[in-house]
């Protein structure tokens, strides 16, 4: 991606930009959350200690990055998706049958109240609104305006601009098998309503002393995070329902696929730094220079990702979900609103561009910087945050981040001369070649280690180890695969409108 925007507008300093952002956001959003979810996990299920769980989780998942690289990745993936996913669907439906089925969750989450509570409050009860998408737009914790168009901001930067998602998507041998993963992606993608968060707020109702709990001293009792213990859900029902061979099979699974993911951002954010930031400082770095500062980058990470657990556990009331976010609607808007105007509008240029990406990352920064400086009440603690905190929802914020950029990025754009035309060419959805592409010098055909880093107008898959390419893939897709990826698209569609009306 940081690639792309380079060849889009030219220069090199958004592409360093959106480099660093990346490793930014890698700490704050996913080196630090998994290893705190994975060692979360270990913490509930063998009682280990959570700093202990972590460097075990960092040990093992560091031999076999080194081993395996992208291609470990991959292959992990795919078995411990199938694995995964079998097993929560057998934890679902014990689950629902723990509460007699689907039609009693709403009234048994309603009355799924701790039994320890603070005097004189109403944060113990559940919400009213627990079972709709639709919340109020001022009072609801997820109003359905973010939701809907926050939300909305933050996957696009993710599933089209994240260097994880994206790396994946250019491992693909041809654009029909991209397009397929990107579609299994999302018909998995649908499961989680169904497998995790409905069986999450089921261990709320079987377990409500344990992760309903409000009173600080019980919390820190029982998760050691005297903000809530909303993150055990999901392990506790594990623990507690799963039977012993079932159990440590789904354990064993959890725990591959966080240090899987784990693998993927290493992999992905040492590639980001040695092709995009270190190559521009050292043009003449040897490949052996390259694998070395590549692994250094990744421990500087986990180091920088270990230190900042603490502030995540105590942020956003304890609920990791909320926490990741917040912190995304905090970054990434900027590169939405800079990356849709790149593809959809050719008169953007580099300084329009940059200048909305700096506004955006020092607006972004004062809000995370409040947030962190203000943490949100505990239960019965009046809430004295400033408005843009108490009064402005993270998602609605994320809306106005991205408008503000992009209203910068257009100024910025039409008060400076546009982009030479030939700049553009294949670069933008207005000006893609509608021919098949020529041949064209191998010294263009991506990193020589064969990583993923190609751009999107280059219409290139990566380069794969072995003999230089010659020339472009060809994108043409056999119709019949494309049919068949175009009918599943509009399915997905209809499937997910069905739920979202159904569930508003």
């Known amino acids: 991606m940081p690639e792309y925007l380079q060849r889009r507008f030219g220069g090199e300093r958004i592409q360093m930009y959106l480099s660093s952002l990346s490793l930014l956001l890698s700490i704050f959003t996913k080196i630090s959350t998994d290893l705190y979810s994975g060692a979360l996990f270990v913490q509930v299920c063998l009682g280990w200690d959570l700093y202990l769980s972590t460097v075990l989780m960092l040990v093992v998942t560091g031999l076999y990055t080194i081993a395996g690289g992208l291609a470990a990745v991959i292959y992990t993936d795919a078995l411990q998706t199938l694995i995964m996913v079998l097993g929560a669907i057998v934890l679902a439906v014990k689950a629902f049958n723990e509460i007699g089925g689907y039609p009693n969750l709403e009234e048994a989450y309603l009355k799924a109240v701790p039994s320890k509570i603070v005097p004189n409050t109403t944060c113990h009860l559940p919400r009213a609104d627990a079972m709709h998408l639709f919340r109020d737009p001022v009072s609801g914790d997820l109003p359905w305006t973010g939701m809907t168009f926050g939300l909305s901001i933050v996957a696009t930067w993710y599933w089209c601009t994240d260097q994880v998602i994206v790396q994946r998507s250019l491992s693909a041998k041809n ?9 299994l992606a999302s018909y998995l993608k649908m499961l989680p309503l169904f497998v995790i968060i409905m069986p999450g707020m089921i261990s709320r109702v079987l377990y409500p002393d344990a992760v309903a709990c409000v009173d600080p001293e019980e919390c820190a009792r029982v998760c050691g995070t005297a903000v809530g213990c909303s993150n055990i ?28 993911s784990l693998t993927s951002i290493f992999n992905s954010s040492s590639t980001l730094f040695t092709m995009d930031i270190w190559r521009k400082l050292r043009p003449g770095a040897s490949e052996r220079e390259l694998l070395l500062v590549g692994r250094v980058v990744t421990v500087v990470l986990v180091a920088l990702s270990v230190v900042w657990i603490p502030i995540l556990q105590s942020s956003s009331g304890g609920q990791l979900y909320i926490y990741i976010q917040a912190v995304t609607s905090y970054l990434a808007p900027p590169v939405t609103a800079v990356f849709i105007l790149a593809v959809f509008w050719p008169r953007a240029n580099e300084q329009g561009a940059f200048w909305g ?10 809000r995370m910087g409040l947030e962190l400086a203000y943490p949100q009440p505990s239960c019965g603690v009046p809430d004295q945050r400033p408005w843009l905190l108490a009064d402005i929802h993270y998602l609605h914020f994320a809306v106005l981040l991205c408008v503000t950029t992009g209203a910068v990025v257009v100024g910025g754009s039409l008060m400076t001369p546009p982009a030479p035309p030939q700049q553009l060419k294949d670069l933008t959805w207005w000006t893609l070649s509608r021919y098949l592409p020529e041949p064209v010098d191998s010294t263009s055909q991506g990193h020589p280690d064969g990583s993923c880093s190609a751009t999107l107008g280059s219409e290139q898959p990566p380069k794969a180890e072995g003999p230089p390419a010659t020339s472009l893939k060809d994108t043409t897709e056999p119709p019949f695969w494309a049919r068949v990826c175009g009918i599943n698209a509009i399915v997905l569609m209809c499937i997910n409108i069905f739920c979202y009306a159904y569930f508003a």
């Open 175 to 183: 654009l029909s098998h991209a397009k397929a993963g990107s579609i």
């Open 233 to 260: 859900a999901y392990p506790k029902l594990v623990v507690e329902l799963m039977p012993s061979g079932l159990r440590g099979l789904m354990i064993a699974v959890m725990m591959a696929a966080l240090m899987s």
């Open 357 to 366: 990406l700096m506004v955006g990352l020092v607006l972004g920064l004062a």
